[in-house]
């Protein structure tokens, strides 16, 4: 599934599931463990981890130890607010 290309194998797969982590396609849930990705995309679980900590770096996921990885939910205009504070 992954192709010969500049990019190291870690990127290549981080590359192929960014799109999927973006579109929603676990939701706000548990995406597959590193063991599933290495299978899924014929890698070594440690390229995996490594694809899947360049998704942490991104903000994309987080882990939860002994729970797995979770998508980040995209933030909101809702969430943010602009505070302006005039003296007199």
């Known amino acids: ?23 929603g396609k676990w939701g706000s849930g548990r995406m597959p463990s590193v063991r599933d990705l290495a299978i899924d995309y014929h890698v070594s679980i440690v390229t995996a981890s490594r694809a899947l900590q360049v998704l942490r770096d991104k903000g994309l996921i987080q882990s939860v130890e002994r729970s797995g990885t979770f998508r980040v939910p995209a933030a909101t205009a809702e969430r943010w607010a602009v505070v302006l504070r005039l003296t007199p």
């Open 1 to 23: 599934m992954i192709r010969e290309s500049g990019k190291p194998k870690y990127q290549q797969v981080a590359d192929a599931i960014e799109p999927l982590v973006r579109s």
